[in-house]
């Protein structure tokens, strides 16, 4: 019950200055605790540090190297005989020992790519990619802002769908006492007491529907927002739908376009990977050999460096390359056509918009002035009973157009909403 107490104060703005209310405003400001908003922040954040990590691949690669080796049994290889020995006679092979039985190496590696034709594609792949999860941000955003806003308006909607029900109710249990005081003095009949109790019970049931739409409406909203923390929500319809504002771009197209891009750098990419690449490596260090394990020796330290130059030269690969670039041609025409297309869908879809818009705002319209209609018979028929002119079931009737109009203006209102939500 303490949770209904949020939406049936709703629209009595009588409350003291302690109460809590909850505006639209407050509602889309609090996007950033909803966890799939989370998650595809993280996404974005993951993003950021994948480009991050490309650009660092160009930097050096520098780190520190070392082992130590037993060799238990020390490789034995053949040589001329005649190298150590001249008198050995022609062909003869000596077998010598080239190893100690320790050995150790210790220094600093160093390896960078002076031209890597593939690492600019890493970069720009990785920096598309970034741009797509802001997109998928911006569309989880999207959503969520549409469907925190209409649970929202189901939430004000259903609430003066309440109270509505719940001064139906009071209203009838009035009618119902006045009849009962005619009934007894014998200006009205058991038979039509009967009627009024009936009808009243029908109000009553009508509450109790209103009661539970609204609690399933309040329970969607809390999806979407913490309500325990407000007592009262603070936007109308009018106030809601003034705040919302059109999309300015599709967000599909743009994710086409990525993809689009995409494809592009991957054909530039495929004439540069049939260039060589070149990597400078370089060492500086020392090694170890002796007989004993006596690493702090430093006469059996013998100083070891290099620097070259190793080049890689694709051949195999023109195949794949061929391959794969007829792949991505075919796969650039599809992305074309799939633009072209959604162009297309999306201008339509604008007219189509726009047109629901007008139709629902002009619905609304309609539905209020038949309502104002309505409020005015359902007061001149309330005098006209208490005049005694007309019969209980006249004024039944009455109460019933005039509640059926009341709720057909509140889902107009709803469809308006949604038309215009449509848009985002």
């Known amino acids: 019950m303490s949770r209904i107490l949020l939406i049936i104060t709703l629209l009595c703005f009588s409350l003291g200055s302690f109460a809590q209310k909850l505006s639209i405003d407050s509602l889309w400001a609090s996007a950033a605790d909803y966890e799939k908003l989370k998650q595809a922040n993280i996404n974005l954040s993951l993003a950021n540090l994948n480009i991050k990590a490309e650009k660092l691949g160009r930097l050096p690669l520098i780190y520190a190297e070392g082992n130590v080796q037993r060799n238990l049994i020390t490789a034995t290889t053949p040589v001329p005989a005649i190298a150590f020995n001249p008198n050995a006679a022609p062909g003869e092979i000596l077998p010598l020992k080239f190893a100690t039985d320790w050995n150790a190496k210790g220094g600093l590696q160093f390896s960078v790519d002076l031209f890597n034709p593939e690492r600019n594609l890493a970069i720009k792949t990785a920096e598309l990619d970034r741009k797509s999860t802001a997109l998928d941000l911006e569309k989880e955003t999207r959503d969520w802002k549409k469907n925190a806003t209409s649970a929202y308006a189901k939430v004000v909607l259903s609430a003066n769908q309440y109270l509505e029900a719940l001064t139906d109710s009071a209203r009838y249990a009035k009618i119902v006492a006045l009849v009962g005081e005619r009934q007894k003095a014998g200006r009205a009949t058991l038979i039509e007491l009967n009627n009024a109790k009936q009808e009243l019970i029908n109000k009553q049931t009508q509450l109790q529907e209103a ?27 009018e106030e809601i739908v003034s705040k919302l504002k059109q999309g300015d771009k599709n967000l599909q ?29 370089a060492f500086y260090g020392s090694q170890y050999y002796s007989n004993s394990f006596k690493l702090w020796n430093n006469e059996n330290w ?48 604008i007219s189509a918009r726009q047109l629901n818009i007008v139709q629902a705002e002009n619905v609304l319209k309609n539905n209020k002035a038949i309502e104002a209609i309505a409020a005015e018979n359902l007061i001149l028929v309330q005098d006209q009973y208490q005049a005694g002119r007309i019969l209980l079931t006249v004024l039944n009737e009455e109460l019933s157009a005039h509640f059926k109009k009341k709720q057909q203006v509140w889902q107009a209102e709803y469809d308006y909403l949604l038309a215009i939500l449509e848009t985002l």
Request: overall charge positive; hydrophobic content about 35%; glycine content about 4%.
């Open 253 to 281: 197209l743009e994710q086409l376009k990525i993809d689009q891009e995409k494809n592009s750098i991957q054909l530039a990419n495929l004439k540069r990977e049939a260039l060589p690449t070149l990597t400078l490596n």
């Open 211 to 237: 009661y539970r739409v609204l609690q399933v409406a309040n329970l969607d909203l809390s999806n979407y927002a913490d309500t325990r923390k407000y007592n009262t929500l603070s936007s109308s319809i």
């Open 302 to 349: 013998y100083g070891n460096s290099y620097v070259n130059v190793g080049v890689r030269i694709p051949i195999s690969e023109a195949v794949n390359r061929s391959l794969k670039k007829k792949q991505l041609g075919l796969e650039n025409q599809v992305l074309l056509s799939k633009y072209r297309e959604e162009q297309g869908l999306d201008a339509n879809n």
